[in-house]
């Protein structure tokens, strides 16, 4: 088992090293290596280690990591393949730092960021789309969702306040209603 | 100190961010404003660099962040800080998934947390925009401005191709060629 340790930081230093896109691009990556390839873990994992990285807090590509590392060759895996995917973003951020600064007084450059600067408000609406998508409608949910909206643009409340008042109202509303199936 | 002050910092907002991406955006917002470690045009800039480059984006503002205000030391802070609440709460998770899975208590938590992660990055949204258009507040906005008129046709280009599927670093490198072309035909002009 232990035998994997060196093989799951090679493999996430590469899944790290290829993913643009943030952690959903990066699902069918880890699977074709995981599953596919190595057959460190089956499809049912894969699944659970959605299920996980999605409802615990952080980066889902350090949460898929963690797990699947654990899952394979327990803590030490989990700490090769954390550290591997970590890496190589490391490295390139660190070095890009450096150089980033410089090139910013450089005409072109200077141009390029202009735009960007208007492209990137269709990136980070495409993100809140795609989650947008996976909740599920109902009225407690819009009222949240605005109520999240209106705390944080307009009365700058801090976000960790809401996330906790958020899950409380959740915990309440789902105890309710299964108080409410029971006496039915 | 400022390595404790990295490293708390972004340990808070790898443990208060569910769903991923752009989830942390409206906590880095707040945190990277109040602390002074970058400006909201350089954090714009950098939300760009990031969706070019691989990795999560936690881990590429951690970084960048880190180096920016501490170099090498710093940038190990800020990255530790942010990976560490996600490594810990997993392999306590992998232990007992099972019972986790079908909890209530976590399925309720859940459905409160995923709108509220909705609004936020819609917040976050807003203030981007507002920082992209109305750079010196909203009252001093002139929508026939010069600045103004071209940020919006980019917006626009960037925002169809968005509808036709093209993937986010074509989107990043079609507003950079966008803002270049931009630049010098204005220089004509």
Redesign the interface.
């Known amino acids: 088992m232990s035998g994997n340790v060196p093989a799951l930081f090679t493999t996430f230093l590469k899944i790290g090293a290829f993913s643009f896109g943030g952690g959903y691009a990066m699902i069918p990556l880890i699977r074709e290596e995981i599953v596919t390839k190595h057959g460190w873990l089956e499809d049912e994992d894969m699944i659970q280690m959605i299920a996980i990285a999605e409802s615990t807090p952080g980066p889902i590509a350090i949460n898929a990591a963690t797990f699947v590392g654990y899952r394979t060759a327990g803590f030490p895996g989990a700490l090769a393949a954390t550290f591997g995917i970590v890496l190589p973003s490391f490295l390139i951020i660190f070095g890009l730092s450096f150089v980033l600064a410089k090139f910013k007084s450089f005409k072109p450059v200077a141009y390029a960021f202009d735009g960007i600067r208007a492209g990137v408000l269709v990136l980070v609406f495409r993100g809140l789309t795609t989650l947008y998508r996976q909740c599920e409608k109902n009225t407690l949910f819009y009222v949240l969702v605005l109520s999240a909206f209106v705390l944080e643009a307009f009365f700058k409340i801090n976000a960790v306040y809401i996330l906790i008042g958020a899950a409380l109202i959740g915990s309440v509303s789902s105890y309710l209603c299964a108080r409410k199936e029971v006496t039915k | 100190m400022i390595f404790w002050e990295l490293f708390f910092t972004f340990f808070?907002i790898?443990?208060?961010?569910?769903?991923?991406?752009?989830?942390?955006?409206?906590?880095i917002e707040?945190e990277v404003i109040a602390h002074s470690w970058l400006s909201m045009?350089e954090l714009?800039?950098f939300?760009?660099?990031?969706?070019?480059?691989?990795?999560?984006?936690?881990?590429?503002i951690a970084?960048?962040i880190g180096?920016?205000t501490a170099g090498?030391p710093g940038?190990l802070c800020a990255?530790a800080g942010?990976?560490l609440?996600?490594?810990l709460?997993?392999?306590f998770?992998?232990r007992i998934?099972t019972k986790?899975?079908d909890s209530?208590?976590?399925?309720?938590?859940?459905?409160?947390?995923?709108?509220?992660?909705?609004?936020?990055?819609?917040?976050?949204?807003?203030?981007?925009?507002l920082a992209?258009f109305a750079p010196d507040g909203i009252s001093s906005v002139n929508v026939f401005s010069v600045p103004f008129l071209?940020?919006?046709l980019?917006?626009c280009i960037?925002?169809y191709l968005?509808m036709r599927k093209v993937?986010?670093?074509r989107?990043?490198l079609?507003?950079?060629?966008?803002?270049?072309?931009?630049?010098?035909l204005l220089e004509l002009l």
Request: without cysteine.
């Open positions: 808070r790898g443990l208060f961010t569910f769903g991923g991406g752009y989830a942390m955006l409206p906590m707040q045009e714009i800039d939300i760009a660099v990031s969706e070019s480059t691989p990795g999560p984006f936690a881990v590429n970084t960048y180096t920016h090498f940038a990255t942010v990976v609440p996600s490594f709460i997993i392999l998770v992998a998934f986790f899975k209530r208590t976590v399925q309720g938590i859940m459905t409160g947390l995923k709108p509220a992660v909705v609004g936020l990055i819609g917040a976050a949204l807003f203030t981007l925009v992209v071209k940020h919006f980019i917006l960037v925002f968005n993937k986010p670093i989107l990043v079609v507003s950079a060629g966008l803002g270049i072309l931009a630049g010098y």
